[in-house]
């Protein structure tokens, strides 16, 4: 199941929602464990259905690329380290005040996600080595899957163009550390799945017609339906 909010049901986690009981009544089943959509249905979400339509054919048109070693490769979690010295300058987004404290527990979460996949099938990156120029230099459309532990994220939701996620600025002398917008939609990937594990990666700005503006839809527009 697709489902493509209009205004303010984008907020609205569908999968939550109580599910009828089973003898065709509009009653939900609210005694002993309550019976939830996601229960029934594999629910997903598209911004708009134009955005719908184009990752559809770019799945279509890119196929015929799924057999020629695409699978070596099936898992890439990623968990940066936490602030720490650097000689360059410090990036622009510590300058505004943000608090940009270590997410808690990202680092046990992305090795035990790794431990789903042998180790000839999957790239850890931990610590310094989750930095933003590993990120835009690695072959991501070698992988299905992509796991993003960031140190956190940050949301504009007026100007979606500034939202990113914030990566290890230790490490990588070329990089603010903060992977953004403009930066992701210029990635090439061929993931079936791409998880953002921090609090608000799904905001950003609506528009009309359109849907959400803002990390998803870059990820979408890099190839991650």
Not at 133 to 141: H, S, Y
Not at 204 to 222: H, I, N
Request: glycine share 10%; with cysteine.
């Amino acid at each position: 199941m697709v489902i493509v909010p209009d205004g303010v049901l984008y907020y609205l986690p569908f999968e939550t929602l109580v599910a009828p009981e089973a003898n065709g009544t509009n009653e939900p089943k609210l005694l002993n464990a309550p019976s939830y959509l996601l229960q029934a249905f594999a629910i997903s979400y598209a911004p708009s259905a134009s955005a719908l339509a184009a990752v559809q054919a770019t799945k279509i048109s890119a196929g015929h690329r799924w057999s020629d070693g695409l699978r070596r490769s099936q898992s890439i979690p990623i968990q940066p380290a936490a602030r720490g010295s650097s000689r360059r300058p410090r990036p622009f987004f510590t300058d505004r005040a943000f608090d940009l404290r270590q997410l808690p527990y990202t680092r046990a979460e992305v090795i035990g996600i790794g431990e789903f996949f042998t180790a000839g099938e999957r790239r850890l990156f931990l610590g310094a080595e989750a930095n933003e120029g590993r990120v835009k230099t690695e072959k991501l459309d070698g992988y299905r899957y992509l796991h993003f532990g960031p140190l956190t994220e940050m949301i504009d939701e007026e100007n979606p163009a500034r939202s990113g996620v914030i990566l290890s600025w230790a490490g990588n002398e070329k990089e603010d550390g903060m992977l953004q917008v403009t930066e992701i939609m210029r990635l090439k990937l061929q993931a079936d799945l791409v998880t953002l594990s921090a609090c608000r990666t799904g905001l950003g700005k609506f528009v009309r017609g359109e849907g959400v503006l803002g990390l998803t839809r870059a990820f979408q527009f890099a190839g991650a339906p």
